[in-house]
């Protein structure tokens, strides 16, 4: 069995659990079953359908707060009416707005707010509990009630104590009792007391009995790093490096510093049985930075965090001058450089259009800035979408970002055809684009300042639409990502285990 550690899972997320995802579709095809492992919290959202929305299979999921109860993912079924049984006091008053359902009881200061899975659906995710003006408890359901949130009022605020968690017959699993003023909490079993969550995982870990046939492999080593290097043996552990894993600027000589989200994983190197990273380039930069700092020689592998099932071409015309880009909207993107880039090049090829894909934090900045440019008809902000069907409609792909560690959205450009244009950074763009082939890159380092990385981008993205043969930079960038088809990566896989 292939377990594969993570933290978090949203409706937005990120290239990490992307990859987890193409990667569950190869070791599918494959024969080999894995199980992908959440360790967060999911309050506002119930779990499953964020994993069914990356094709994860129900029975694949483990979570780690249910991991010791008898539920299963599986979506949430708990009806309005199945709830509306359990009150005592049926004198009350209904009113539903959206996805939210409010009962006010007429002989009690008392009412219940529940939360149902979408505008539509009579299946209800969580209840609020409010008596005499003071949340008391909240209720979270996915085939039964699966825990409970207690709550007391401290300085008139409501403090969250405690939080129970319960089989599918109602009896109780497990308690998690928080410490008052902080966010470290205890688990209290029937047989032990175990300190943090840290622990948790840990005995979460010894509980899957692990044996030398198994493969544990952590994809965000923040929190999930000791725990599973400390009690997953005899597996065999691996690392997955989903993004440049060191400050090139604060490096010399004598001193490496690691991206701090890898340095844990490369210090405990003994522990860990092979490091996987998605391109050659990194590889062999990982693999003498090893030597030359810490004079070992570990395992490295190059695998693609991504695979295509196909390659996908336009169904009509792709639209003429148009443009897109699609990721996380946060400011190591630079999604504010594909937009001065494409409002500069506006004054000269007024057809140009960018349509930028995505949600995060930066978005309010990002419309400020496409506003202040009065750029609104030429430039849209899209949200999230499925993106499956809409790289073909485009004629060329801005990437802008200044490191990835493959970058996903590349792949997926690449196999609908689309020439990219951006920067020569590690290790992303130079992985998918043949200069002058298939699009350009500006190489710059550290000190290249904001305007003129915004010239060279609107500089590339002209000489592409007014000089280059298009038809051929498209059909180069379906040969190059004919290289990344879903065999061969699921080959990889397969020769990595064996």
């Not at 690392?239 to 890898?262: C, F, M, P, R």
């Amino acid at each position: 069995m292939v377990y594969n550690f993570n933290l978090g899972i949203g409706w937005a997320s990120s290239g990490v659990e992307y990859a987890q995802s193409y990667r569950g579709i190869a070791l599918r095809k494959a024969g080999i079953p894995a199980k992908f492992v959440f360790t967060d919290m999911f309050p506002r959202d119930p779990l499953e359908p964020m994993t069914k929305n990356l094709y994860f299979e129900d029975d694949e999921i483990i979570w780690l707060y249910t991991f010791f109860t008898d539920f299963k993912n599986a979506p949430v079924t708990y009806a309005k009416e199945d709830f509306e049984h359990t009150f005592q006091d049926t004198d009350y008053h209904y009113k539903r707005e959206g996805n939210v359902g409010t009962y006010t009881f007429v002989e009690s200061d008392t009412f219940y707010r529940a939360y149902f899975i979408d505008k539509e659906s009579d299946y209800i995710h969580r209840v609020e509990y409010v008596s005499g003006g003071k949340l008391i408890r909240k209720d979270y359901f996915s085939y039964a009630k699966m825990y409970s949130e207690y709550y007391a009022p401290v300085d008139k605020m409501a403090r969250f104590f405690l939080r129970r968690f319960f089989n599918s017959d109602g009896t109780i699993a497990y308690d998690e009792v928080l410490e008052e003023g902080t966010d470290n909490a205890t688990y209290h079993f029937k047989d032990r007391i175990i300190d943090s969550k840290q622990e948790l995982i840990g005995y979460m870990i010894d509980k899957l009995h692990l044996t030398e046939k198994d493969y544990v492999i952590v994809d965000r080593t923040t929190l999930l790093g000791q725990p599973v290097f400390q009690h997953a043996k005899p597996a065999k552990i691996g690392v997955v490096i989903h993004a440049d894993h060191y400050s090139k600027g604060s490096t010399n000589e004598q001193y490496i510093l690691w991206n701090n989200y890898y340095d844990n994983a490369f210090r405990m190197h003994k522990y860990v049985d092979f490091y996987i990273v998605s391109t050659d380039e990194q590889k062999h930069t990982l693999e003498a930075q090893f030597e030359k700092y810490c004079g070992v020689h570990p395992n490295i592998v190059t695998i693609p965090v991504g695979c295509l099932d196909t390659l996908r071409y336009p169904k009509e015309r792709r639209k003429p001058y148009s443009m897109m880009t699609a990721s996380r909207l946060a400011s190591e993107k630079h999604c504010d450089y594909d937009i001065k880039a494409c409002a500069k090049i506006h004054e000269v090829l007024p057809e140009i259009t960018l349509d930028i894909y995505g949600e995060g934090i930066e978005k309010p900045n990002l419309r400020e800035l496409i506003k202040d440019l009065h750029a609104e008809s030429y430039i849209r902000l899209m949200g999230q979408h499925n993106l499956t069907d809409v790289y073909e409609k485009y004629e060329l792909y801005l990437s802008a970002s200044t490191s990835e560690g493959f970058g996903l959205s590349l792949l997926e450009a690449i196999g609908s055809g689309l020439p990219i244009v951006g920067f020569d950074v590690p290790y992303g763009n130079p992985t998918f684009v043949d200069e002058g082939q298939n699009g350009h890159l500006f190489k710059y380092d550290e000190k290249t300042s904001e305007v003129d990385k915004v010239q060279a981008l609107s500089d590339m993205i002209l000489k592409y639409f007014t000089e280059d043969e298009q038809e051929e930079f498209h059909k180069h960038s379906y040969e190059v990502a004919s290289t990344f088809l879903e065999e061969e990566v699921r080959d990889q896989w397969i020769r990595l285990f064996q």
